[in-house]
């Protein structure tokens, strides 16, 4: 509940207020303005109408609470550029050593010219101004304010603009503002008592250092160093005195006196602060000759005022998205305040300088090559997104989408505020179901459970029960688990092939050999979750072929996790955060871990980087190490290629952003696309860009080799199961642990129906493979008369010939 608002002391009428403001400054100018300013004696109201007594006067307070002055904060690049700026009110704060002079004797001049006599108030001046005020018959009314006073209200103003409700806020406002009637004696008489306070405890240089930097300077310019910045593109210490007489001429009416907004008006009014300075002998005739006749436009260098992360992408192609995600990463993290409203403040008003992790190079190119694969405004409605992330690192390199940052109430066309990069409490989407893309953490789980690369698995079931599935943490229940193939043909095949090939029957297969909530597991511990509400991917066999909706940002860092040998870093966006004091915040911590072994992150690699060989064979392999994965939803409407080196990783996503629509039959950027898979458009544009970003002269360095156990598994003897039925081949296979496939076609054989005739592998294989086995049909084949070894032949022994069956032919 908001506190109510404070009591201003007894309150006075207008006339009331009137003869106590009189009053003072007549004993201001006969008894001096600290005997004022300590006592105000009473006063007989001349028509005997009111008494006017200490009390009123008295009860006005002596203390003013000067806070930090809200300032501008920075976002820059990895390298300093500048990103984007954010503030209520623009201002930098700099020390008065920083303020050239001459502004400091514009001011002067300008807006109190005995500023270094009076000590806190000017009587002469208040006199001076009820005179002309009460002559003034058009309404028009002169000033009094020396810069102390101008001071403190502004003060008050930003102490009425911190307020918490908007009730607060006006009413503080007006307090503050007040400037007829009892509210504006009453507002003089304040802040006279408070100027002589403060004139106590403050040099006469501190007040002016605290005055130039608090003061408005133009409609939304704040401070000496940013109207110098903005209207003449320097520091406030380089300015020249025309330039400052421009500033200085500004403050007394910010909007009215605007030299970008009223131009021909800030010249009559910079000429008026010039023969002020001239007068006061702070400019010679020469100079004040020169100033004048010099038109305004020729001294303005303006640099435009661009707040927020749209002016990012003026400066970074594509950067508004990053940015606003650094916004997004301080709004959320509690680092930055204990609450939402906490951080924006801080944001807004706290002065901070946030470097971030961003490559403007990577960034460029990211930004060139996913608009390259899905131009912007594209006919058929594809978007396209693609995230980079350093391995060993979790450093957000770069971020693109191919759409234009816009986050107003009216975005034109191609334009967005959705950044498809990341999750939803960070850019408003709900992710995108990652397909085939989520295989290698089914991989990990594979390895991580002892078994191997070249293991054979039956890829031919299309459907299996649920109690085929093994799932330690939860039941599953219902209906038999169904699917297709998008890629590659159900046989059976090695864990190797059916990777490259990327076999959902064949993933389905090796997924009934695992604990599903250990695959599920392992993705999180690579930061796999889902983009809408950040929980894990639900255990379901549907997620072996990824189901649940993922964001492209959190797919880079899981497979840069492969890249670093299995260390996981979360992906941070900033690097470090200073204070208008230089002093360093705490940031998000990436928090790398070891979560995978290096010989399962190693074995991860070597299997990832033959999808060359598979399912992107078209696409072709860049001219360095690389290892990835494509991926494609059940009706093509998503479609994906993660991939990495050991110096970056890099997802990239294709699809509607609008919902789940078949990618069938349209042109995408000039091409005709029949059914969109991984390799279609999201593999080019992940090694058109990769080519870009690692052409930089430093070395592209190999993945560590895979070990022989993780490749070929435990290799044991394979005992024989010929001649054995099947019943019995499968539990003698399966007590050696091995698992029985039998071939489709039986043959002809002289053994009984159903009887083992052969197998493969016979010798050795790793333990947990598949063995085919061959049956026999029950018919033995007719002999054939010139079959060498049958009855009628020569063979070994038979006394005919030399004993090796190899006699010629009769």
Known sequence: MPNPARPRGRQVNAFQALALL????????????????LVLPGVAVANGVTDITVTAFDDLPTELEQKQLPEKSVIRAADGTLLATFYDQNRVVVPLAEISPLLQHAVIATEDKRFYQHVGVDPTGMLRAFVKNQADSDGGQEGASTLTQQYIKNVLIDAALAKETEAERLDALQDARGAEGTEGYARKLREAKLAIA??????????LEKYLNIAPFGASVYGAESAAQYYFSKPAKDLNYIE????????????????????????????RVLKLMNEQAFITDEEYAAGIATPLPDTMHVQPLKQGCMAAGDVVAGSGYFCDYVTKVILNDEAFGPDRNARKALLYTGGLTITTTLDPRLQAAADAEVKAGVPVGDASGVKSAISV???????????????????????????????????????????????????PFTLAQWLKEGHSLNEVIDGKPMQYPMSAFKASCTTLAGAPYKFGNAEGKGAVMSVLDATKNSVNSGYIAMATQIDLCGMIETASSLGVHQASNGEPFKVLPANVLGSDGVAPLTMAAAFASFASGGVYCKPIAILSVTDTNGQSLAVPNADCKQVLEPRIANALNFALSH???????????????????TGTTSENEYTWFVGYTPRLATAVWVGHSDGVIPVKDVWIGGKFVRRAYGSSVA??????????ALNDGTPNPDFAPPGDKEVFGEKVAVPSVVGLNEADARNRLAGAGFRASIAPEQVGSALPAGTVVSQSPSGTAARGSYITLTLSNGQAPAPDPNQPGLPGWPGPGDGRGNGNGNNPKP
């Not at 009189?22 to 300013?37: E, H, K, M, R, Y």
């Not at 909007?255 to 008006?265: G, H, I, R």
């Not at 408003?428 to 295989?439: E, H, Q, R, Y």
């Open 611 to 629: 999808v060359w060989q598979g399912t992107a064979d078209s696409v072709g392999a860049p001219p360095f190490p690389s290892a990835g994965k």
């Open 244 to 271: 400052a007489a421009t500033i200085a001429g500004v403050t007394q009416s910010p909007t009215k006196w605007d030299p970008v907004l009223n131009p021909e008006a800030s010249q009559t009014r910079r000429d």
């Open 198 to 207: 403060l004139e106590k405890t403050m040099t006469k240089d501190e007040i």
């Open 22 to 37: 009189l009053t003072f400054a007549l004993v201001a100018g006969i008894s001096g303005v600290l005997a004022a300013g």
């Open 683 to 692: 593999a080019p544009t992940w090694k058109r860009f990769m080519i870009s």
């Open 389 to 439: 992330v350093e391995p060993g690192t979790g450093k957000i390199s770069a971020m693109a989408q191919t759409t234009v940052f816009n986050p107003t109430s009216s975005p034109g066309p191609g334009e967005d505020a959705v950044n498809y990069n990341t999750d939803a409490a960070y850019g408003a989407s709900k992710g995108f179901a990652p397909g085939s893309t989520f295989k």
